[in-house]
């Protein structure tokens, strides 16, 4: 069909009639905004790149944001380093790396994540992330609701004790 065969046609700037626009909301209530919400935060390297820290002994991460019911953390991940296999407890989430390159092992398989590479899970969603390259990760994590418990797993996939 071309726009000819429509009976629907726009007169004049849609721009004007901003009244009959649904206005934008301050904070991400779906799954399609909080992925925006992650892509927009991505596309400002001078609102995260100053803040990331590498520590070769222990996980990096910061609090970036926080809103209602949500929380952004940022992550690095020196060469090598890797979460383990683990739950987000009720929490369902969006990953997004940032930099550099991550490898994500659940059940399925393996995936390797380059930057702008997005994850969205559910609650109950199993994953170990891994930096298996020869240079930095950094990575956006957005939690809803905020992540309050990080099940470790065996390999088998049985509940192990809760470390973080
Ligand atoms: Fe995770």
């Known amino acids: 069909m071309n726009s000819s065969d ?20 301050e904070h991400p209530v779906t799954v399609a905004e909080f992925v925006g919400l992650a892509r ?7 609102l995260w790149a100053p ?7 222990s996980r990096w991460y910061h609090r970036l944001r ?7 953390w940022l992550l690095s991940w020196v060469p090598g380093q890797g979460s383990g296999l683990h739950d987000h407890g009720p929490s369902s989430g969006v990953l997004t ?4 390159e991550l490898t994500e092992r659940t ?6 994540l380059g930057a702008g590479a997005q994850r969205v899970f559910a609650p109950g969603y ?13 990575s956006l994590h957005v939690y809803y609701p905020g992540l309050t418990d990080m099940p470790m797993h065996t390999a088998q996939c ?3 004790v809760a470390t973080a």
Not at 97 to 100: H, N, T, Y
Request: net charge negative.
């Open 66 to 72: 926080k809103g209602p019911g949500y929380e952004v």
């Open 158 to 160: 049985a509940p192990a």
């Open 6 to 25: 429509s009976d629907l046609q726009i007169a004049g700037d849609l721009l004007e009639v901003q009244h009959l626009l649904r206005p934008a909301r």
């Open 51 to 57: 803040l990331v820290q590498y520590d070769a002994t």
């Open 126 to 138: 199993l994953h170990d992330v891994v930096n298996d390259s020869l240079e930095p990760a950094v």
């Open 40 to 46: 927009t935060i991505a596309a400002d390297r001078d």
């Open 97 to 100: 790396v940032l930099d550099g």
């Open 107 to 112: 059940d399925r398989g393996k995936r390797t």
